[in-house]
């Protein structure tokens, strides 16, 4: 029997957890502070880490009044209460870049989501292929990580480069980042899907959030 509980306007899915590794996420656009607020606290009160995404500050203060441990990330727009009881060390960590600092939001989606489920993110940030020496010099942090998230806008290739300097599954991100013919994410996107370098995943332009739910799932392989 699949344990859901019905708020009216939501149905939580509490059985996710066992099913998946972790609970659902809040998906903030389209839903009122006092919806958000409802949800994260029925979550939260299984003790289960919470996340809600592409959210507000006035979302966060309504949720903050009910869940004293709630966070507010700025870059992301990201709001995360951490699990009541946390693993006494993160078992596993992911690396993740962005190719510009215009990057950074979406990759702090990735980072965070990271964290909140019980990882650590080693952060690279600006470390484009406009000047890839800036990754060369720290590529001895790739090798710390099991999984790496790439964050890219424009021509969107640095993940193809990436997975020819490491052996770890990369995840990329295209971002909504560049001019006029990037048609917001589009380029980039395409780009990261007909890459010539095996081993990339590609998730949807600007999901910083799905790219850090597929690090932390395959972390949590070897965890388990």
Known sequence: MIKCRDLGFAKIDHDRV?????????FGPGKTPEEIRAVAREIARRGDPVIVTKTTMRAFLYVK???PTAVWHEKPKLIAIPAAKAAAAPAGAAAVLTAGTSDIAVAEEAAVTLET?????????????AGLHRLLDRRHVLDEAGVVVVAAG????????????????VISVPTSVG???????????LSMMNSCSPGVAVVNIDNGFG??????SILSVGRR
């Not at 424009?154 to 599954?169: E, I, K």
């Not at 790219?211 to 932390?216: H, I």
């Open 18 to 26: 066992r099913r998946r590794g972790f609970p659902e996420a809040v």
């Open 65 to 67: 009044k009910k869940c």
């Open 117 to 129: 489920f019980g990882f650590r993110a080693l952060r690279l940030y600006d470390v484009g292929v």
């Open 154 to 169: 424009m021509d969107g290739a640095l993940p193809s480069v990436t997975a020819g300097l490491c052996r770890q599954p």
């Open 179 to 189: 001019y006029g013919a990037s048609f917001k994410g589009m380029t980039a996107l």
């Open 211 to 216: 790219a850090g739910y597929l690090a932390a």
